[in-house]
Structures are given as C-alpha cells and as structure tokens.
DNA sequence: CGCCTCGTCGGAACCGGTTCCACTCACGTC
DNA sequence: GACGTGAGTGGAACCGGTTCCGACGAGGCG
C-alpha cells in the first residue's frame, strides 16, 4: 500500500512533483522524473484510481449497454469494443440490459448516474428519452451502435440498403418466389433493425414489380438459430408452390433455416437459395451467401469516437464517421444459385 | 454535483451524521434518518464511488476474466455472472483475456493489480502462480469456475464423470465402433476440461474391453461449430469401417458434426448416434442427445463464492460448495440410438 | 440522588491523489 | 548590470465521503 508520499519522500522531492513526475503533466526536470520513477518502481507504487477520479472526475472507465451476450453479433462488438478500450487504458463495466424492466431503471439511476463511468456505449437498445438526458446532463457521452437513436452519436450499417442489396442479388439470380424471415417486430417498428431490413426487401421486391403478399412472404421469427428453424418450417412446411429463396433477417436466422431445409428434404441451393445478413464466423462453414458487416470494427469505432469525446483523441485522425453508414459487402457463396425454372 | 455536506446542511445534521444516516452504519435516531433521507431525495444527492472507496478500500466492483464471449458456455455464464452482481449492487468490470500474451501481464500488473476491482472471477483461464499470488497479496479473493485451480475455490462439473457418462450412454446402446471429438490439447494437457473429458472416454472404453486406438478413435478439434464439421469430416471421410457413434466433447462441436454428416450423406441417428456435453440453448432444435450443464447458474454460484469471501453473505446459508461438482444430467434425445447390427 | 450506560450526534482527521499559486533561480535581452 | 521570462519545485487546499473519538443528555440502577 505504497503512497505517492512514500515515493515522494524516498526520492528526495514534495508530493507534487512526485504527482507531476509520474503523471506526465506538468513540468519536472529530466533528472528528477528518473529519480521518481525509480523510486515508484522499487516500492512497487501503484496509483490509487479512486484518489485520482475523486479529485479529477474522470473515473477512466466506459459502460457498455448491451441485450444480450450470447448472439454473434453483440458478442463480436463487445470483444472489439473490449480491446479498443484496454488499449487506451479505460476499463470496461458491463450492463447485460434486456427490457425495459425495474432493472434498468436500477442501472441508470443507480450504476450509471452515479461518477462509475466516464461515457456509455449502447449497442441494439432504443434508449429513452429520459435515460439519454439523464446521461447528458451529467456530461456524460452516449454513443449509439445499431439501431440509430435520436439525439446521439449513432453508428450503424444502413440496413434498409442490406436488406435491398440482399434481395436484389436473389432478384438477379432469377427468383421471383422470395420469401423473408424477419426479426421480431420487424412491421410494428419499421424504424427497428428488422424493421429497416424488412422495408429494404419490399422495396426490392416493389422495384422488381413483385407485389409483397403476392407471391412474396414474409415471417417474423427470433433472431437466432432455433428461430430460424421453426420460422422456416413455418414457411415451407405447407403444401403449395414454395418460394425458391429465402433472405434471413441474420446468419444465424439462415442456419435455422439450413437446418429445416435439410428436414424438409429441401436441397439448398437447388431447391432454395437463402442469403442471410452478418458475416457470421460460422457462415463460411455453412457456404452462405450474406451480406457481411464487421462487428468488431464497429466496436473499436465506437471506442474510437468515444475517446473523442471524452477529449482523448483531440485532433489525430480526422475520421469520416460524419453518419456515413458502416461498411458491408455481399459475399456470394454457394448457398445461392440461380431460380430453377 | 450536490455533496454529503449540502445534504447534511438541509437536514440542518452534520457531514457525519448524513452519512451514518445514509449509509445504514451506525446508530440514527428513526427521525432523524427521515429527515436526512428527505434532503438527500430532495436535491438529488448521489454517493461519489470514487470517495466512498477511497477511504473504505472497497469499490463495488468485480473483475471477470473470460477468454472468449461468444462461445454459448461462456457467454451463458457471462450473464448469471451479471445478473448476480447486479442484485448485489457490484458492478461487473470485463477482462477479455484468451492467451498468455503481454496484454495479459499488464491487465493484472495494471488494471487487476490496482484498486479497480475488489475480487475476481477467472472462467476457463489457467491463472499462473505468479497471477494468484499478485492479487492475494493484495487481498482480493479469486474465484475460478471451470477448470480447477490449485490453490483458489473453483467451481466445476467432473469433466472426467461427464465424459464417462457420455460414453456409457452410448456403449449402453451397444456401439462399439465410438469416437471422440475431443477440445484442442485434451491429450497434452490431461488436468485442462478436455483432458478430463477425453480421459471419462478412455475410461469408459477400456472397462469396456475396448482398447482405444484400437477401434475407437480421437481427433482434436477447435470448440466450435466449424471445428466439429472439419474434425468430423477428417473422422468419417475415409473409406473403410466408420464408427457407429460419436462423442463430441461439446454441444457446438456437436452441432458441426451435423452438418458434415449431412454433407457426407451420413444419417443421424440411423448411421451415426451423436452426443454433446453442453446442454447449449440450441441442442433442442437439432435433437441431440447431450449432459446437460448451467452456466447460467455456475456463474450465480460462482458470485455467491465472491461475496461471501468478501463478507457480504456473512452466515446466511451455509451452501454445500464444499468441493462439490456442479450438477449435470443427461438428456436423451433423437440423435442417439441402439447401435447398427 | 449520584453514577454509569447507552443512544445520538458533531468535530475533525483521514483516504491518496491533483492542481493552484507562489517562489526561486538561471538565462537571455536591452 | 537591471529586468523580464520561464522552467522547476514545494506548500497547501481540495475532491467527497467515512470513521474515530469525545460530548451530551436521558434513562436505569443501586
């Protein structure tokens, strides 16, 4: 339990300088920066953060927000958004934030009102009105990552043009027959996600003179593999003429649907192209067609432009992320093929 | 920005008294604490963290150390982990370390070492006697949870047991011809959770007077999804007599042995039984036959540990955590059947 | 009725850093 | 040679709570 008093005394200078010495600010002659430091190093002297937020404000710590730990995506930002921060020495606090239950309310009030973080990074949760000035007012930044809020700094993919350029690479292949598997709550909220998606496949679909409710379907379903599954089931379980590919809402959604397929006796991609959306570290495996988008990166950006925030960064890099959309790209694999006829 | 002493001021009470008042220390007259309390609500008053660990030399807050966040066992512990903090009013701080690389030593000399956090959860990470010994020293409690640690209370299934039971399961069925699909480094690290599983494999054959090497076969594979397809397709994919039966050494790897059975026009369970360890949200939809475990409440658990090391829980229950595996159960599901004759 | 005990409360020290301000001193300039 | 300048340093206040210790009054006990 050394002190900087310690360190200041066995160095031979005041406390100040000690401070000064180790903190970098400030000015301290060459000589004497070397002579605190070794004495730092010889008692083993650790600083104490609680001292230096207490009297700086700034507790060198970032919370991140986040519905769920266990889907690829939201695992994937989180790691990314976890390194960015160790690197530049903040540390990570974790809200694991579903709905919008007494608990949340508990962690806004109680966890991040409170000086225990510096900033807040929300990944895939609307935050309310309320809970954004609450933060605001106490100076701290809110960055937004999927699902663009009002008021906030938001990175995100343009997912209407993901669900179009999905669509249209079925279209172009020659289905007519498309059915799509959306998120939950994808025609209740057409500002969600989903939501943003399943307007990208009517619009496609519209452009290409295929009225949606025609010979198009559309099937909400969980976000995940079982999801997709039962969802697909759903789909094509019934007799008729069956749609000839299938855009998920997420790759996982698309496993689900490998997996029903395969139950179904359906032959992929012979029988139904599927395409999905994320860029999965699975999807490779699985030979699917997705429109990739890169969830790591996108956590590093959001560390990024919170740093910027926080007045770390300052100048450096300009950073275009003046709300261009975040980048994507369509990986054509073999799930996809063109419509039989 | 009000402070203890604008409360104390208002309450017409002293800094000391507000803060006995607040913080349920020490003797308040009932009248008194209302009084107190009332001011506090009145001009918003929140506790600084920072100044109440300062002096107390608590902060609150616990350090999870996680190798990897999107593998479903971890992620699953992740959130009971969080959940059981968050009851307890504790925050979570994530350490995402996987290997032993120079980012390690310096989030325990840096961040771990420092007053950040007051104990730790290491989940399925090896921590080295020099790691144990830093934060020992400093008086934080380590509590491991998957993988036992000499040294430090861990909490974990019998990996050996389990994969015993695995392969009984399926000797019990009359299969002869089993494989196992164990985790990377189960034979060089015979203490690591794969090790353990594999040597329940080997266990079990051998009281079966079935010499492994001779029929049975092992292939290491990556813990995942694609991991199980390649080493299932390295496992199956040559001529000759194949095994009946597979033991995956996790449900993922499970999931990707589907997948190359069905790519290798392989039925399940007809031509091929397969079971997991896991009991992962997903091993419903695919049927399979898995030992179930809860991380979920392997983490909750692991908390309990945490804060009653800390001296929350105090007496409270006295938890049988004596050592104590946590429990498993095999389910049987469609993915395992009798042997083929 | 005197004394002890206990509940209640205030004053003040303290946790361990950071930073403002004043001061010294060497150096360059006119 | 007088003076302005700025680097380098120390003293002390301060951040916002917690807690030790002592004071005080009321009630119980002998």
Redesign the interface.
């Known amino acids: 339990m050394a002190a900087i008093s310690d360190v200041a005394r066995l160095a031979g200078v005041s406390k100040a300088t000690a401070s000064r010495a180790l903190s970098g600010r400030g000015a301290v002659a060459d000589e004497t920066r070397r002579r605190v430091e070794a004495a730092a190093a010889e008692i083993g002297f650790?600083?104490?953060?609680?001292?230096a937020?207490?009297v700086t404000g700034r507790?060198m710590?970032v919370g991140v927000i986040i519905p769920f730990?266990?889907r690829?995506f939201f695992?994937?930002v989180?790691?990314g958004i976890?390194?960015a921060l160790?690197a530049a020495?903040y540390?990570?606090?974790?809200?694991?934030l579903a709905d919008h239950g007494p608990?949340r309310a508990?962690?806004f009030d109680?966890?991040l009102?409170?000086?225990?973080v510096d900033a807040v990074i929300a990944i895939g949760v609307d935050l309310s009105e309320r809970e954004i000035a609450s933060l605001e007012q106490r100076g701290k930044p809110i960055v937004a990552l999927g699902g663009a809020e009002a008021g906030v700094p938001s990175l995100t993919i343009d997912d209407r043009a993901v669900g179009l350029l999905a669509t249209e690479h079925l279209l172009h292949l020659g289905h007519t027959r498309i059915a799509h598997l959306a998120g939950t709550g994808a025609a209740a909220m057409p500002n969600s996600v989903h939501g943003r998606r399943r307007h990208g496949f009517l619009e496609a679909m519209t452009a290409a003179g295929l009225a949606p409710g025609g010979r198009a379907h559309i099937h909400e379903t969980e976000m995940?593999?079982?999801g997709g599954?039962t969802g697909t089931l759903q789909l094509l379980g019934h007799p008729g003429r069956r749609p000839t590919a299938l855009f998920a809402v997420s790759d996982e959604v698309a496993f689900?649907a490998?997996?029903a397929a395969?139950h179904l006796g359906i032959t992929i991609p012979g029988e139904l192209s599927i395409i999905g959306i994320d860029g999965h570290?699975?999807s490779?495996?699985?030979g699917l067609t997705t429109v990739e988008q890169y969830p790591g990166e996108q956590g590093r950006l959001a560390v990024d432009v919170v740093l910027r925030l926080l007045g770390e960064g300052e100048e450096a890099d300009p950073l275009p992320d003046s709300g261009a959309p975040l980048p994507t790209r369509l990986v054509v694999r073999s799930s996809t093929t063109s419509a039989p006829r």
């Not at 540390?91 to 694991?96: A, C, I, K, S, W």
């Open positions: 650790i600083a104490s953060p609680a001292a937020s207490l507790t710590n730990v266990n690829w695992g994937e989180l790691e976890e390194r160790l020495g540390d990570l606090t974790l809200y694991n608990e508990r962690v109680f966890f009102a409170r000086k225990r995940s593999m079982p599954y689900g490998f997996r395969e570290e699975y490779e495996m699985f």
